[in-house]
Structure formats: structure tokens, C-alpha cells
């Protein structure tokens, strides 16, 4: 019989945190800026300039910390690690290794049979690099500061996880709790959140880890999938083998769907930390922890309750509100507008989900006001137009944030309600479709839908088809 | 005089600083870092024995600065003594990793 492999995983996440400037600088934080327009001596790593730590970044930190029931560290300071590379201009990054800002958390994931915990060993604050843009045609590359100096946390976890469901089930976890607390926007592909996948096989019951590889540069949860798939199964072949897995650093290519050595050994991983002397160290008072605790928003399990409690929604309704803080705002706004939950919850799950599919992006991307759902949902409860209609008006509203009184009214798409002009429709429609009346009135129950259907085409759609169908039953007595 | 610097150490921290060295350059350096040892080994003679790790020199916890941006357009300044530049950035020799 084949051996039985385990694959067991860690995590190192890094997290871009949503400050209005850099972690040592007075530099804008902002994405997508001309490069270098956001940069200063500080984060360009001139001689002589001195960093000054962003308060807010410490207050993030212990926030997300304090939510992933982490320990603070309550003396904690920056280390300098060493390294030369041309995105990192001090060719040192600070960052902490010997007091982290917290340590030995844990947060709960769902598993297949229940729950589990992964635990967090610890979380540090570092300042991010910058961006290296490879010229295609000269042999240079360009170089870019404003990344530089953005703060980071990194979030390292224990190898808790055995396989790619547990590590998507551990980061989306972390991200609505992150997102939640509004600490960071998470986005994997604009890269403000990012992961390193620790991973090593070993055989079933083995006591101890095989060795591990570390996979950077994996920026999408299907990525992320791909990446376990491929290394374990890499390592796998290498023990069946008899080869030795090589502890190494490897970077993904998910065009390829293989993964390649990043760094050879003339590229030796020493990092020389050293305590960096231009930061003082932090202190931090229990006054401290206890006033960010009592700012930490509803999370949400939280959240969830009280959906179920106060808008009466279903469970299953209210995990899909809350599975991430644009929907969950989104249904919390627009509910308290048009006060209708429930019909709220239905166009989200329904219409939104499905358009979210087919226009593949996902619900931090949703562009649509609330304002604008608020009424569509009144005009359909009103019965101002039926339902098909609704559904034409959603997919705008979706697409372009159209207003739906404006848009009914401009494409005459209201539904009449004028009962002369609905009765004389249906029968110009008995007059012409003798034989689905005689089926009828002959018991063939169904044929009333051909009726129905054909009044709704007279009527342009316009008409309320539950209307329709309780007069032409009446007509056809 | 007791700290002696292999020749594989100096090859290693050379590559560590990405610096090629000559033969000379390497004994030349190789006895400056034994000096340097053996001034911290004079360090070492001092009795340590319960006294606490310093993190810095300067008796002061918690400086910080708000988050509010300060700092306007920087890249003329940044870009002004860059050794070559394009597009805005600093151009450096073909880097991937």
C-alpha cells in the first residue's frame, strides 16, 4: 500500500495597514501615486534622517493583536535586519524580532467536522520595501520609494494547518477580522495583503516535521491553493525518491503552476539583527490595551447575532451579510432606509451573489449605493414593478449605480396598474389563443401560463403577472 | 590576541555585504575584525551578572508622531543625486528575485 502523507503548513501573512502615512515619516500612504512622488530623506533611507513611529500603526497592531487573542507585549522595540537589495534603501528593514508587539494567539476556523484553532506565534510591526519595475527592454530595473516606509504587520502562525482549505479557511478569517476592525482593506491582489506558505510533509503518525520550504509571491486564494497542491506533491516525489527536501525559499509561478528556488547560496540568509538605535522603545500601559479593547468594533460573531436578533434574518442569511464588511455594511445601510430586511438579504444573496460571479469580483469591489438598492426594494414592494423588471433595474443598479425611480420612469418599465388597459390585453389574448383556453376550460391547469405569459408580452411586462393570472381566471369562468 | 578570522569567515561575511574582495583586501580585513573581537573580548571581562539588557541609551519610552501627513511631493530631492534615473525612478542594474 502506498504510504499516507500529511501535509502540515504555517503561515507568515503580511498585512498593509490602512494609515494615512508611513510607519516613520510624514509620507503619504496612498496607492497608485507617480513614482517616488511619496517620498521623503526618511523612507529613501538618506544619511542622517531619523524615523519617528507612526502612533497609529502601534494602535492597529495591538487592535488586531488583541482580536486574535494575542498576548501584548507590553515593552516592546524595533530591531534592524540586514540585508542588500535595491528596494530596500537603507539596506536594513525595521522591523521587531526580539519583543514583538504580541504574541501566542490563536483565532477559530471552521473545518469540515467543527472547529479548529490555529494558534499565531507571534505579530510584528515592520515597514514595507519598495517596488522594483523590470525594464523589457534595457537590462535595468526601475526603482519606486513610495511602497517604502508603508507599515506592515506580519502575522506568523504555528503549523497548525494540514491542508489548502484550512490555510483559505485561516486567511479569510484573519482578513474579516482585520477588515472588520477596519486596521487593514486586505486586498490579495493589490497586494496589501500578502502570504508565505510554510510547508513540509511527513508521513501519517509521523512524530516529527519534515523539512519545510517557504513559497512567496502568492496573491490570490486560488493561487494560494495551486501553490499547496504543487509543493506538496513536489516533496512527496522527492521522498519516494529518496531525495532530500531542501530547506529553501521558493517563489510561485502561477502561470506555470510550479514553483522555483528563489535564492541561491550566494544569497545566504543572514540577517544580523541588531537592535535599531534611532527608536526608543514603546511602553505600553494596561490604560493603553484597555482603551483600544473598548474601541475594537463589533467583530463578526458578534455582528451575526445581532442580525439574527434584530433583523429576524435566517442564519444562513446572516453569515453571507456578515462574510465581509462591505456586504455587511451594505445590508445595514440600505436596511435602514427602506426597513426591509429580509427582502434586503435576498437581493444580496441572490442577484448580487450571481452578478459578483459572473462579473468575477468580489464584494470589497461592490460599487452600488445603498441608497439606490433602498429603492428598488420599495418600488417592488409597492408594486410598482414586478419582479423580472426589478431584476433588469438590479443588474444597473449593480453595474452603474443608476437610480431605479429615475430609470423605470425614462424606460417605461412601471408596472400598469390601470385595470381597463390589463383587461382589455387579456382579451385580445383569449380571442387569439383559442386552443390554450379551450385546454384550460378543458381542466389543463397548466395552460393558464401560457396566458399569463402571453398577457405579460402584450403588456410589455409591465404588468403584475400574479394580477394577471387571478383576472384571467376570473375572465375564464 | 586570541580571536583568529577563518578565511571561510571572511569569504562569508564579504558575501554578506556583497563585496569582492583580493587577497590582500581579505587579510587586511581579517585582522582588523581580530582586533575588533578582541577589543569586545576586553568588554566581556566586565561582570554582567544581574544587570538587565539595555534596549537603548537614552532613558525615554514612546515617542510618537500622529498620522497626518506632512510630506508633499519628495521625488526632485529624492531622484537629485541618483546616479542615473527614468521615468521618475532610480535606474538600477537588472534586479529579480
Excluded at chain 1, 504587520?153 to 476592525?181: A, C, F, G, H, T
Excluded at chain 1, 420599495?378 to 437610480?403: C, M, P, R, W, Y
Excluded at chain 2, 573580548?41 to 515617542?63: K, Q, R, W
Excluded at chain 2, 510618537?64 to 532610480?90: C, Y
Aim: proline content about 4%; aromatic content about 6%; some cysteine.
Amino acid at each position: 500500500m502506498a504510504k499516507q502523507y500529511e501535509t502540515v503548513i504555517g503561515l507568515e501573512v503580511h498585512v498593509e495597514l490602512a494609515t494615512k502615512t508611513k510607519i516613520f515619516c510624514g509620507c503619504s500612504t496612498e496607492f497608485g501615486g507617480a513614482p517616488n512622488t511619496h517620498t521623503c530623506p526618511v523612507c529613501t533611507g538618506m544619511p542622517g534622517s531619523l524615523p519617528v513611529l507612526n502612533k497609529q500603526v502601534v494602535e492597529y497592531a495591538m487592535a488586531v493583536g488583541l482580536a486574535t487573542n494575542c498576548k501584548i507585549t507590553q515593552v516592546c522595540k524595533f530591531d534592524r535586519k540586514n540585508y542588500f537589495y535595491p528596494d530596500n534603501p537603507q539596506n536594513y528593514q525595521i522591523s521587531q524580532l526580539y519583543l514583538p508587539i504580541a504574541r501566542d494567539g490563536y483565532v477559530e476556523i471552521e473545518v469540515g467536522e467543527g472547529k479548529k484553532q490555529v494558534r499565531i506565534h507571534e505579530m510584528h510591526m515592520e515597514e514595507d520595501a519598495g517596488k522594483l519595475i523590470h525594464d523589457e527592454w534595457d537590462d535595468s530595473s526601475l526603482v519606486d520609494y513610495n511602497r517604502s516606509g508603508v507599515p506592515l504587520i506580519e502575522i506568523v502562525s504555528e503549523p497548525d494547518m494540514r491542508s489548502s482549505d484550512e490555510v483559505i479557511s485561516y486567511l479569510e478569517k484573519l482578513r474579516l477580522i482585520i477588515q472588520y476592525l477596519g486596521a487593514s482593506d486586505c486586498k490579495l491582489q493589490e497586494g496589501s495583503m500578502r502570504a508565505d506558505v510554510n510547508l513540509s510533509v511527513r508521513e501519517v503518525g509521523a512524530a516529527e516535521f519534515g523539512t519545510r520550504t517557504e513559497m512567496k509571491n502568492i496573491n490570490s486564494f486560488k493561487a494560494i491553493a495551486r501553490a499547496i497542491e504543487g509543493e506538496r506533491a513536489r516533496q512527496i516525489e522527492l521522498i519516494e525518491e529518496g531525495r532530500q527536501v531542501i530547506q529553501e525559499t521558493r517563489r510561485w509561478d502561477d502561470n506555470k503552476e510550479s514553483s522555483y528556488a528563489m535564492r541561491s547560496k550566494e544569497d545566504a540568509q543572514d540577517y544580523r539583527y541588531f537592535p535599531e538605535p534611532d527608536l526608543v522603545p514603546i511602553v505600553i500601559s494596561d490604560d493603553w490595551i484597555a482603551k483600544i479593547k473598548s474601541q475594537q468594533p463589533e467583530l463578526r460573531t458578534e455582528k451575526l447575532e445581532r442580525y439574527k436578533n434584530e433583523f429576524a434574518i435566517p442564519q444562513y442569511d446572516a453569515e453571507i451579510m456578515t462574510g465581509s464588511k462591505t456586504m455587511a455594511d451594505l445590508f445595514e445601510a440600505t436596511t435602514a432606509i427602506c426597513k426591509k430586511p429580509k427582502k434586503v438579504a435576498n437581493w444580496l444573496m441572490g442577484e448580487t451573489l450571481r452578478l459578483m460571479k459572473e462579473h468575477a469580483i468580489e464584494a470589497d469591489d461592490l460599487k452600488f449605493s445603498p441608497e439606490n438598492l433602498a429603492k428598488l426594494v420599495l418600488l417592488t414592494d409597492a408594486g410598482d414593478i414586478n419582479s423580472s423588471v426589478a431584476k433588469e433595474v438590479f443588474e444597473k443598479i449593480f453595474t452603474d449605480d443608476i437610480d431605479p425611480e429615475q430609470y423605470i420612469e425614462e424606460k417605461g418599465l412601471k408596472t400598469v396598474n390601470d385595470d381597463g388597459a390589463l383587461k382589455s390585453a387579456i382579451e385580445t389574448v383569449i380571442a387569439n389563443n383559442q386552443k390554450a383556453v379551450d385546454e384550460y376550460k378543458g381542466g389543463k391547469e397548466k395552460a393558464i401560463g401560457a396566458l399569463v405569459g402571453q398577457t405579460m408580452k402584450a403588456m410589455q411586462g409591465k404588468a403584475n403577472p400574479a394580477k394577471v393570472n387571478e383576472m384571467l381566471r376570473e375572465m375564464l369562468k | 590576541m586570541a580571536n583568529v578570522i577563518s578565511d571561510e569567515t571572511i569569504e562569508y561575511v564579504g558575501i554578506l555585504a556583497k563585496l569582492e574582495l583580493s587577497g590582500a583586501e581579505k587579510e587586511n580585513a581579517k585582522q582588523d575584525m581580530e582586533k575588533m573581537l578582541d577589543y569586545i573580548d576586553t568588554l566581556n571581562e566586565l561582570d554582567t551578572a544581574g544587570i538587565e539588557p539595555m534596549s537603548h541609551v537614552f532613558p525615554v519610552n514612546n515617542v510618537f508622531r500622529e498620522d497626518v501627513v506632512t510630506n508633499g511631493d519628495g521625488h526632485e530631492a529624492a531622484l537629485a543625486n541618483a546616479p542615473k534615473q527614468k521615468n521618475n525612478s532610480f535606474e538600477v542594474p537588472k534586479t529579480i528575485g
